[in-house]
């Protein structure tokens, strides 16, 4: 049941036809992983937190540095050399005291991926980097728990919603590995992406709308133009291709 | 037979600045190598050797997702192709 602050809080939202009291009591009782809490992770676990999602389990191993601060939103000028988590579970706590934080500053890797994993109903990714994004989709995979796409670089973002077993996943458009690098970024790009995956997020927890399923969405800012592509499971998958 | 490839932002100054080229061929592959032959510079954005992509590189044909074999789907007249580059950051 919904406490009377949280059907002042959340008024706006309950009254969508799609949400109401009983969507806004399914977002209390779900537990979501952000695994990252840097340019994507800030406006996820940002309109999670105002959202009313229950439990928010926020993983980076990273503290805050001043060229953080043209993009990952959480986190402010007092907070340089602050643990990222850290810094972002005080202000989402200030936002929200309602919700439960879980801040966990730890590297994800194949050891403990399952254990950060446990016991969540969507995992989002929030990461920098690709061998990370494929360690959690594995561990999704496995684990059967969607996984919320994201990725950016300079202006341009994409985002896609994967269903483990049902819908293409990550490594299904998997080609090879491909360099690291220092990527360029504007705060606004992860901006758009994190809130569209933050969207996807609460669709699927409320059962409503249309995921981006086997759809990825490509967003080009400088273009002001978004562009959907399709993608099917691929039967070679070495992630998802066993599971009928 | 005519298709149009599609050319991605970073990949433009190979293209002379342009967004759209018409590229001939039977296959995918065979409308990069026509593109190519128009505008050199998109060989080495595109390719990491012969007939083989860059793992960045993705295709995509009529707004479906052409991998894998991409280079090996064949195209009819009036196709798109979109070659986008994946991204990575967060
Ligand atoms: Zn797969």
């Known amino acids: ?244 | 037979m005519p298709v149009k490839v599609h050319i991605h932002l970073t990949h433009r100054r190979f293209t002379d600045g342009k967004e759209v080229v018409e590229a001939e061929g039977q296959t995918v592959g065979e409308c990069l190598n026509h593109l190519i032959q128009q505008f050199p510079g998109m060989e080495k954005a595109i390719f990491a050797k012969k007939d083989k992509l860059h793992n960045i590189v993705e295709v995509y044909l009529n707004h479906a997702s052409a991998h894998p074999n991409e280079l090996a789907k064949p195209v009819k007249d009036g196709d798109e192709i979109h070659l986008i580059l994946m991204l990575a950051g967060g």
């Open chain 1, 1 to 244: 049941m919904l406490t009377p602050d949280e059907r002042e809080r959340y008024d706006r939202q309950i009254l969508i036809e799609q949400i109401g009291p009983e969507g806004q009591e399914k977002l209390k009782r779900s537990r979501v992983v952000i695994a990252g809490a840097g340019g994507l992770g800030s406006p996820i676990a940002i309109y999670l937190t105002a959202a009313g999602v229950g439990m928010i389990r926020l993983i980076d191993h990273d503290r805050v540095s001043l060229s953080n601060l043209n993009r990952q939103i959480l986190h402010w000028e007092e907070d340089i050399g602050k643990k990222k988590v850290q810094s972002a579970a005080t202000k989402l706590r200030n936002l929200n005291p309602g919700i439960k934080i879980e801040a966990i500053d730890e590297t994800i890797t194949e050891a403990n991926v399952s254990h950060l994993l446990e016991g969540c109903d969507a995992i989002v990714d929030a990461m920098d980097n690709l061998s990370t994004r494929y360690i959690l989709n594995r561990c999704a995979i496995e684990k059967n728990i969607p996984f919320f796409h994201g990725a950016i670089r300079g202006f341009e973002g994409r985002a896609m919603t994967i269903l483990p077993g049902k819908t293409a996943c990550l490594r299904c458009m998997y080609r090879g590995s491909v360099p690291e690098e220092k990527f360029p970024v504007i705060g606004v790009t992860p901006a758009v992406i994190g809130c569209i995956q933050a969207t996807e997020v609460i669709k699927y927890l409320l059962g409503i709308g249309q995921l981006l399923t086997n759809r990825l969405l490509m967003y080009d800012g400088l273009e002001a133009l978004f562009t959907e592509f399709a993608v099917n499971r691929n039967p070679e998958c070495d992630h998802c291709g066993q599971i009928k």
